[in-house]
């Protein structure tokens, strides 16, 4: 017996199959107000003077995107605040935890530690972009949701992209090896073996997508 045949549902509840595959697309299971102060010189700073140099238009997600970047602005807080893809968390912020992780030009990155105005030309991926255009998650989207992996999701966006970046270099690892490949990534609730489950899950199903 599951946990929810022992729990009434109130009309209209959600399970919590339905809650992951509502957030899984876009990463947004956690709330970014913490981060909009830590933002807040980013937030509401419209355009100010000398902005038209500042301008460059940067390939996310497959889509150019013209943006107004201040020089010392790391490429989270422009996908963040400027650009709304808030799928990608802020943890650390200096390197630590790999909630930020985006992939550039198919390797998975921090992107709370690169400068915005150093990924020009190149090709940066989060996890807003990993859905198909049709609405078809990524096979590792559809395996943590066929997992039910990870608990507070706030460190999955960060996973999920890690591992996605990592398939692309061994698109058939071991647990162990998974493990390592994406060990630059830390989960504050330590839910480790579901997310590892989750993740191998999502290595078999990348496999027959592409076989
Ligand atoms: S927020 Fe970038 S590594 Fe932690
Ligand atoms: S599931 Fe909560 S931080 Fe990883």
């Known amino acids: 017996m599951t946990i929810q045949e022992h729990t009434p549902q109130e009309p209209g509840a959600i399970s919590r199959r339905g809650f992951i595959k509502m957030v899984i697309a876009s990463g947004a299971a ?11 010189t980013l937030i509401g700073q419209g355009s100010l003077p000398g902005a038209v140099e500042r301008l460059m238009t940067l390939n996310v997600n497959g889509q150019m995107r013209r943006v107004d970047v201040m020089k010392q602005e790391t490429l989270a807080m422009t996908l963040r605040y400027k650009l709304g893809l808030t799928g990608t968390k802020l943890g650390c912020d200096r390197s630590e935890c790999g909630a930020c992780t985006v992939l550039i030009d198919d390797v998975p990155h921090y992107s709370c530690s690169i400068l915005t ?22 096979p590792v989207q559809q395996a943590v949701i066929d997992e039910q992996g990870f608990q507070c999701a706030f460190c999955m966006s960060g996973f999920m992209m890690a591992t ?12 162990a090896e998974l493990a ?32």
Do not use: W
Not at 30 to 40: E, N
Not at 117 to 137: C, F, N, P, W, Y
Not at 164 to 175: A, D, E
Not at 183 to 194: F, I, T
């Open 117 to 138: 105005h150093t990924v020009r030309g190149r090709k940066i991926q989060t996890v807003e972009g990993l859905e198909s255009a049709d609405g078809t998650l990524h």
């Open 30 to 40: 956690v709330s970014a107000s913490t981060y909009l102060f830590r933002g807040s």
């Open 164 to 175: 996605v970046g990592f398939l692309k270099t061994n698109p058939n690892p071991t647990r």
């Open 180 to 211: 390592h490949g994406i060990s630059g990534n830390l989960c504050r609730c330590g839910d480790y073996d579901k997310i590892l489950r989750s993740m191998m899950r999502g290595a078999a199903y990348t496999q027959k997508t592409t076989t």
